[in-house]
């Protein structure tokens, strides 16, 4: 039997949603061992004073299990 634990994350990136996510992932992957899965509960963007988006962001819960 496994345990799983699940945190929350906020990722951000100036170039897409998709890379907000990896670059979230990449990062919960230095601090956590075995993480196996995300889920994007949110996502926003930034918009800058020229009317284009400037940021990308997410909200992830990721989830990863637990050692005996």
């Known amino acids: 039997m496994s345990v799983a634990k699940v945190t929350e994350i906020l990722a951000e990136s100036d170039k897409s ?3 907000a996510v990896k670059q979230g992932i990449k990062r ?3 601090t ?3 993480v196996k899965n995300a889920w994007v509960s ?3 963007v930034s918009v800058g004073n020229d ?10 819960k990721v989830t990863f299990v637990l050692k005996d």
Do not use: C, E, T, W
Request: glycine content about 4%; hydrophobic content about 25%; proline content about 0%.
């Open 17 to 19: 949603f998709d890379d």
């Open 32 to 34: 956590l061992k075995n």
């Open 28 to 30: 919960a992957n230095k």
């Open 51 to 60: 009317g284009k988006i400037s940021n990308y962001r997410v909200r992830m």
């Open 42 to 44: 949110d996502h926003s």
